[in-house]
């Protein structure tokens, strides 16, 4: 059974980071491509970053670019986002999955976690 447990949400000022943690069980993580979305309120499910299976090539949002940096340890089954210089329109609930490299098509999401970005 797919278990992905985001962590690391939070209340962060504008221009302030936060690093978000996804802990994946289930199934073999290192054989799949991880991805990022988040759903802002009001909004629908928006695809933000997503990285190969080897960690080795990564995808980012043109919304996003620069300031997050999407990565992953195999040996601890891990999927991390750092979020650096962030902004009001990033709040949303950000969902860690399995799949969806490029966008949300056939993603498999965890609950969530929340990032709320206010001054």
């Known amino acids: 059974q797919v278990q992905l447990v985001e962590s690391g949400g939070g209340l962060a000022q504008p221009g302030g980071s936060l690093r978000l943690s996804c802990a994946a069980s289930?199934?073999?993580?290192?054989?799949?491509?991880m991805s990022w979305a988040r759903q802002a309120p009001g909004k629908g499910l928006e695809w933000v970053s997503g990285?190969?299976?080897?960690?080795?090539?990564?995808y980012y949002a043109d919304s996003v670019k620069g300031r997050f940096t999407i990565s992953r340890d195999n040996a601890k089954n891990t999927l991390y986002l750092q979020m650096n210089s962030l902004q009001p329109e990033d709040t949303a609930l950000y969902y860690c999955?399995?799949?969806?490299?490029?966008?949300?098509?056939?993603?498999?999401r965890g609950q969530g976690t929340q990032v709320t970005v206010s001054s």
């Open positions: 990285i190969r299976s080897d960690g080795g090539v990564t």
């Open positions: 289930g199934f073999t993580f290192s054989t799949y491509a």
């Open positions: 999955a399995q799949g969806g490299l490029l966008n949300t098509a056939h993603m498999r």
